[in-house]
């Protein structure tokens, strides 16, 4: 399988800018004290921007080459691992975010799963994706297949209905534009 993600690190946010951090900061209802997951953070370009409203940050990714791209920007805590098996224990994280990353998982029920695992009561899970009903999200969707990345995309409900299926109470937001927000809050 091609590396597209270790091919990309050295430069990938040259390219790809940072979203707006205030609007994760609500999304994600920070600050907190304790601590954030971005599962598929790769080089951290979002979650980087969220470090002063949390006790700890951790970067999960398959690409440890963008990992190291976070570690020598952010000096955080990482850990090169698939979302479907996260080396954490249960209950680990007050807070779990994945950014653009869950069509890029090879098994995106498995990897909800896990999110949800390492999520502590009263927690809280923010997925963002493409939003698939909207074209532009389909050429892209298209393009990655050709560029033989293993991309699975889903629209917003779908993505809901799979988080919702453990128990957690979901919303979509979006942006009207590109991307659709899927929030979830675990109860206690």
């Not at 080089?43 to 976070?70: C, H, N, W, Y």
């Not at 995106?108 to 963002?128: D, S, T, Y």
């Not at 892209?140 to 109470?169: N, Q, T, W």
Request: aromatic share 8%; hydrophobic share 45%; charged share 30%.
């Amino acid at each position: 399988m091609l590396d597209h993600f270790g091919f990309l690190a050295p430069f990938y946010e040259r390219f790809i800018p940072p979203p707006d951090g205030e609007r994760w900061k609500e999304l994600l209802n920070l600050p907190v004290n304790g601590r954030l997951l971005d599962a598929g953070g790769g080089t951290g370009r979002v979650s980087g921007q969220l470090r002063p409203f949390l006790a700890q940050l951790v970067i999960s990714d398959e690409s440890p080459k963008m990992l190291a791209q976070a570690r020598e920007k952010l000096r955080c805590c990482t850990a090169v691992a698939h979302a479907e098996k996260l080396p954490f224990p249960d209950a680990s994280f007050e807070r779990v975010m994945v950014v653009d990353a869950l069509h890029h998982f090879a098994d995106q029920r498995r990897a909800i799963a896990e999110l949800v695992r390492v999520l502590k009561p009263n927690g809280r899970l923010v997925i963002e994706e493409p939003d698939l009903h909207k074209l532009v999200v389909k050429f892209v969707a298209i393009a990655e297949k050709v560029a033989l990345m293993r991309s699975k995309f889903y629209a917003p409900e779908a993505i809901r209905d799979m988080v919702a299926a453990h128990g957690l109470r979901t919303e979509i937001q979006t942006d009207g534009r590109f991307a659709a927000w899927v929030i979830a809050d675990k109860k206690d």
